[in-house]
């Protein structure tokens, strides 16, 4: 299972760090990713982390969003700095067990959190 914690409603500019705890397995065998979706929008990829620490972001986000995890913890991250009005979404994350030829497609994960609500104000 995975649960989210660390949105909120925050003013442009800001920074957050959100949380995905995980329980019922070990985060160090799992490919993990973060989604974000918008109201009347598509689910869409922001950033994934794979079981042997290689990250990737979409473009639109690369540079203000940084995964990581800690094995320790069973806690996967998404620092979001700079944020803007366009980052108002709730966020999701995600795990599969295993290597994918695409890790920014969300039907390549089969455990989701129930997400965590982000609000950036103008």
């Known amino acids: 299972q995975l649960a989210e914690s660390g949105g909120g409603l925050v003013q442009a500019g800001d920074s957050l760090r959100l949380s995905c705890a995980a329980s019922?397995?070990?985060?160090?065998?799992?490919?993990m990713a973060w989604f974000r979706q918008a109201p009347g929008k598509e689910r869409e990829f922001v950033a994934t982390?794979?079981?042997?620490?290689?990250?990737s972001y979409p473009n639109s986000v690369k540079g203000r969003f940084t995964i990581s995890k800690d094995n320790a913890r069973n806690t996967l991250y998404l620092q979001i700095n700079n944020l803007i009005p366009h980052d108002t979404a709730i966020y999701y994350c995600?795990?599969?067990?295993?290597?994918?030829?695409?890790?920014?497609?969300?039907?390549?994960?089969?455990?989701w959190g129930q997400g965590t609500q982000v609000t950036v104000s103008s």
């Open positions: 982390i794979r079981r042997d620490g290689t990250t």
């Open positions: 995600a795990a599969r067990w295993g290597d994918t030829a695409n890790y920014g497609d969300a039907g390549n994960y089969g455990t």
């Open positions: 019922g397995g070990t985060l160090s065998v799992y490919a």
